[in-house]
């Protein structure tokens, strides 16, 4: 016979199979973990609300750095850097627009997949990427 507990556990595990969310594989193994591991009783409403604000509000970056950077980039009035004719970035970002401490936090996430969309983002935006984000992938323009 399966308890309360196990069954929610499963039906959250059927929902992330199902959206294919993976922040919400960690809040279940962790809920997993804090059923069976712990010697005090979780509320199972505590872990219902933990893995639903998870999936609503996820974070970059622990301070809003990544965010702050992405969206000042984004923004309509941003100006497109130079590039060569092979579509090489030649400029660095300016640091009147992006400040160079934002930038830092924003490179120490630990969001692997946020970073790239943000590295990618610099060098559409037609700037070089900061040496101090490090593995992210060159992109080369496609055609003649």
Do not use: C, H
Request: charged content about 25%.
């Amino acid at each position: 016979m399966r308890t309360k507990d196990q069954m929610l556990l499963e039906n959250a595990y059927e929902q992330v199979l199902k959206e294919g969310i993976g922040k919400a594989l960690g809040t279940a193994a962790l809920a997993a973990g804090m059923t069976f591991g712990s010697p005090k009783a979780v509320n199972a409403q505590d872990m219902d609300r933990a893995g639903i604000e998870s999936i609503t509000n996820p974070e970059f970056s622990p301070d809003g750095a990544v965010e702050d950077v992405m969206n000042t980039l984004s923004d309509r009035n941003f100006p497109i850097g130079e590039t060569t004719e092979d579509g090489v970035p030649i400029e660095d970002l300016p640091e009147n627009l992006v400040k160079k401490d934002t930038l830092i936090k924003a490179s120490n996430s630990k969001n692997f997949e946020i970073l790239q969309k943000l590295t990618d983002l610099i060098q559409l935006k037609g700037y070089k990427v900061p040496p101090y984000f490090k593995n992210y992938r060159v992109l080369k323009p496609v055609g003649p």
